[in-house]
C-alpha cells in the first residue's frame, strides 16, 4: 500500500534555529503540495510543484522559508530562522499524472517552535 | 482573490439521523471538488468527489452535490454512525490542480 512519509513526525526547537521537513512522495507522482495546518488557519496551501519545477510558492513567507525537490523522490520544506508563529503541522501530498486527481497525505509533520 | 466558504463550522447530531455541509467558492474556472474527512491527530483523506460535469454524486451513505450556477456544492452524510466524528474539509480545485480549502466542519455524532 505506497504511502506519503515525512520526517521526522515531531520536531521541537527554539526560536532562530534551522528546520528542515523531509517528505517522499509516492513512487509515480509528479505534483507535491506542502500545507501548513493550524487551528486558526486550517489547511494553507505553502507551495508545490510539477516535475520538481515550483508552480506556485506564493502562500510561503519567503523570507523564512524555502521549499525545493532535489529530485523526485525527496521535497523538503525549509525554515530558517523558524519562530513560535510557525508552530503548526505541515503537511505533504502528492499526486499522479494528470492535472486533477486524489491528493495523497502525508502523516505530517508536528512542528513546534519554543 | 480565490476563496472557500464552509459552513457549519460545528455539527452535532443524534445517531443515525443526517449530516449536511456546505461550501461556496469565487472562482468560476473551479472544475473539481474533494471532500476529505481528518480524524483527530491522522492526515486528511478523501472521501468523494465531483467534477464540473456532474451535479451528483453518491457513495453509500454519502452524497456530494454541486449547483455550478451558484458556485455551491454540499456534502450529505445520511444514517450518520459515531465513527463518521471528524473534522471534514472541502476544497475546490483551479485549472493548474491547485486546491483551495474551506475551513473545515467538526462533525460530533452522539450515540
Known amino acids: 500500500d505506497a504511502r506519503v512519509t515525512q520526517t521526522p513526525r515531531d520536531k521541537v526547537t527554539e526560536m532562530g534555529q534551522e528546520v528542515t521537513m523531509r517528505c517522499q512522495p509516492i513512487?509515480?507522482?509528479?505534483?507535491v503540495f506542502w500545507y501548513r495546518q493550524t487551528m486558526m488557519q486550517g489547511l494553507e496551501l505553502l507551495a508545490y510543484?510539477?516535475?520538481?519545477?515550483?508552480?506556485?510558492d506564493s502562500g510561503m513567507p519567503k523570507d523564512r522559508f524555502s521549499a525545493e525537490m532535489p529530485d523526485a523522490t525527496l521535497a523538503t520544506l525549509k525554515i530558517q530562522p523558524s519562530e513560535p508563529r510557525d508552530s503548526a503541522v505541515y503537511f505533504c501530498?502528492?499526486?499522479?499524472?494528470?492535472?486533477?486527481?486524489?491528493?495523497?497525505f502525508g502523516p505530517g509533520t508536528r512542528l513546534t517552535v519554543l | 482573490g480565490e476563496n472557500v466558504e464552509q459552513h457549519p463550522s460545528t455539527l452535532s447530531v443524534q445517531e443515525g439521523d443526517s449530516a449536511v455541509i456546505k461550501c461556496t467558492y469565487s472562482?468560476?474556472?473551479?472544475?473539481?471538488f474533494p471532500w476529505y474527512k481528518q480524524e483527530l491527530g491522522k492526515r486528511p483523506q478523501l472521501i468523494i468527489d465531483?467534477?464540473?460535469?456532474?451535479g451528483e454524486k453518491k457513495d453509500q451513505r454519502i452524497a456530494v452535490t454541486l449547483n455550478k450556477t451558484a458556485k455551491h456544492f454540499s456534502l450529505h452524510i445520511t444514517e450518520t454512525q459515531p465513527e463518521d466524528s471528524a473534522v471534514y474539509f472541502c476544497?475546490?480545485?483551479?485549472?493548474?490542480?491547485?486546491?483551495?480549502f474551506g475551513q473545515g466542519t467538526t462533525l460530533q455524532v452522539k450515540p
Open positions: 501530498a502528492s499526486v499522479g499524472t494528470g492535472v486533477f486527481g486524489e491528493q495523497f
Open positions: 513512487l509515480g507522482h509528479n505534483t
Open positions: 510543484f510539477r516535475n520538481r519545477a515550483p508552480l506556485d
Open positions: 472562482d468560476s474556472a473551479s472544475n473539481y
Open positions: 465531483i467534477r464540473s460535469n456532474v
Open positions: 476544497a475546490a480545485s483551479s485549472v493548474t490542480g491547485k486546491l483551495i
